[in-house]
Each structure stands twice: as structure tokens, then as C-alpha cells.
């Protein structure tokens, strides 16, 4: 059995500059073969939220985030990313691809990262949350998005990403490829602000359970 990446408290692992040869062949690899996948989806063009949006969806559907975000969204999206050197190759490939990044998780620098992407929120971008990352337990929803929405009075918009044919990894979440030119399945779906006074784990349960309901899991 895998077992999760590990946080490093405080000092985020970042990619070596050396090591950048070979993320930018491999990043242009993963965008021809984004390319190729036929994306059937409940929303067509770009998504029209006057204002920023929790953006939420599985850890293992992470593959689908840097085409997600040039097909579907005018606002640039910020991301919250472990701390872990997982994590900062993960960076490294969505700097190339356009996503910015925030490092961060529930267990280690989880207040300064919430901060951030507050200071993010309000000016105008989105923020995208894996809610069971970076460590599971798999499609578990943690709480930290909800008291982001709650701060910057956001919406959620849910991902439910469903593969027709993928290559699944022996990692903690199942990491999933989708095939070359398979079918990919997009459910969007916005649940707005919680109140204040609503619970944080209930909210969260919520939303996991109809994560997963649109995520056909």
C-alpha cells in the first residue's frame, strides 16, 4: 500500500531550477494530451460568476485543473498545494500551464495558507481547493474550504469529473489519467455560501456527499 506525501512544516519543497528541464517537455506533453480528450460538460463556454467562487473538486481528478481553468474560466484561479515535494513539482507544472499557487494544507502552514488565499479572493481571483488533499482519507471533505467561503463570503462551485477511461495510480487518492481521446464527463454545480452560524464538518459533509453524487462515485 502507498502512503500519502508528507507536509514539511514551514519550508515548502520547491522544484530544483535543474530539475526544470524536464518539466517544461512534460508539461507540453500533458497539454497535447489534454488536447485530445473529448469533454462532454452540463456548461458551455466560460462560466459567467460575477464574483470569485471556492472552486472544489477530488484530489485524484487533478490531471483535468489546468484545462479546466483555460476552458471554463475568465478569472485566473489560484490553488492550494501541499507543502510536500509532491507538491512543488505540482507547482512547478501548473506555473507552466497558468495556475498560480498557494502552499499550504489543514495540518501545516493551514493558517497562513487560508490568509493567503483570502488576499487572493478579494482581489478577484478564484480559489481551487482539493477537499481531501493532500493526504485523505480519499473523497473525505475536510472543513478548511468551508471557513475560506465563509470569510471572503464565496459560493462553492463543485467539480464532479467523471473518466470513461482512465489509467488509476497506487497512490493514496487513486490518482486518475484519463486515456488518450477517451471521454471525460464535467458536472458543475454551485451551492452558495454558508451562514456563519452553520456548522463547519456539517457543511462539509455536505458537500462530499454530493461531490460524490456528481462525480458518479
Not at 499550504?104 to 482581489?123: F, H
Request: proline share 7%; hydrophobic share 40%; aromatic share 10%.
Amino acid at each position: 500500500m502507498s502512503t500519502p506525501p508528507s507536509d514539511q512544516p514551514e519550508n515548502p519543497v520547491n522544484v530544483s531550477w535543474y530539475h526544470w528541464i524536464w518539466v517544461f517537455p512534460l508539461a507540453l506533453f500533458f497539454r497535447l494530451w489534454l488536447g485530445t480528450l473529448r469533454i462532454h460538460s452540463n456548461f458551455k463556454g466560460k462560466t459567467d460568476e460575477t464574483n470569485p467562487v471556492v472552486i472544489m473538486l477530488w484530489h485524484e481528478r487533478l490531471f483535468m485543473s489546468p484545462l479546466i481553468a483555460q476552458k471554463f474560466f475568465h478569472r485566473p484561479i489560484t490553488a492550494l498545494i501541499s507543502t510536500s515535494r509532491d507538491g512543488g513539482w505540482l507547482v512547478a507544472f501548473f506555473k507552466i500551464m497558468g495556475l498560480h499557487a498557494v502552499r499550504g494544507s489543514s495540518s501545516k502552514r493551514g493558517a497562513s495558507a487560508l490568509i493567503e488565499l483570502t488576499r487572493n479572493m478579494k482581489n478577484g481571483r478564484n480559489a481551487g481547493v482539493t477537499p481531501d488533499g493532500p493526504k485523505g482519507p480519499r473523497r473525505i471533505c475536510k472543513p478548511g474550504a468551508v471557513a475560506l467561503a465563509k470569510l471572503t463570503r464565496s459560493p462553492f462551485l463543485l467539480l464532479g469529473i467523471n473518466f470513461h477511461s482512465a489509467i488509476k495510480l497506487k497512490s493514496w487518492d487513486q490518482f486518475s489519467i484519463p486515456l488518450p481521446f477517451s471521454k471525460v464527463d464535467i458536472h458543475f454545480e454551485t451551492i452558495a455560501c454558508p451562514q456563519r452560524e452553520e456548522n463547519d464538518e456539517e457543511v462539509a459533509l455536505r458537500i462530499q456527499n454530493r461531490l460524490n453524487e456528481i462525480s458518479g462515485v
